[in-house]
């Protein structure tokens, strides 16, 4: 059995889980959330996963966008709570399924061959074994299948903040969840200081995914604080 994450993972997004949707007031996160979805393509007719799936928000955008089936799968039970919330429907309609899994675990339970798309949102920098995400990915993708990545390459959500200020103003910052979100980003900076999480380059993912045969990388850009200071690159991988 894999051993469970450390008390301060847990704790952070066991912590976040009651602030992440104030997310959705940030003029950075929905750019990054544009931006993932227009790296995954068109959606009609597809089967998606998403690992480290969060409150939801992505999943939905996934079947707004045309998927016909989407799969959730994430760790935190309280994140998950608020993803059968909102994909209620879905879920009694059968076109979204929710696991609670660490991310390889929960590609593990799929079969060979049955994704079209497996996104990793905010996800990387805080798996331990990524060589055993990129086997994983590589052996559920289907033929043409591709994996959607966003992922910080930096520390600090300084740039989240600039851009909130410059778009939204004072008008910006009057969720008071925010102030939250912001201490457990500065939290996530702390736990990546002591070697837990890695904010590797994206040249790096890419060395990564290609040593499990996803050797074709398309780097997409930069987002999450604007297309130039952004925390985040995005952008697909997928079989040559």
Known sequence: MRPGPPVAHRWLWRRYAGSYDALDGVAGYREMLDAVLAAAGPLEGLRAVEVGCGTGNVLG?????????????????????????????GLGSGTVALVEADAVAGLEDLPAG???????????????????????????????????????????????VRQQWRERGLRGFTDPRLLTVIGLNLAIDAIASTGRY?????????????????????????????PVDGMNVVGTFSQS
């Open 61 to 89: 955008r996934l079947l707004d966008g045309g998927a016909a089936h989407v799969t959730g799968i994430d760790l935190n039970v309280e994140m998950l709570a608020r993803s059968r919330a909102k994909l209620a429907p």
């Open 114 to 160: 049955t994704v079209d798309v497996l996104l990793a949102v905010n996800l990387l920098y805080a798996l331990p074994e990524r060589d055993s995400f990129w086997k994983q990915a590589g052996r559920v993708l289907a033929d043409a299948g591709r994996v959607v990545v966003s992922n910080p390459d930096r520390s600090g959500f300084t740039p989240a």
């Open 198 to 226: 890695s904010f590797a380059p994206w040249e790096a993912l890419a060395a990564e995914a290609a040593a499990a045969g996803l050797d074709r990388a398309d780097l997409r850009g930069r987002c999450y604080g604007g």
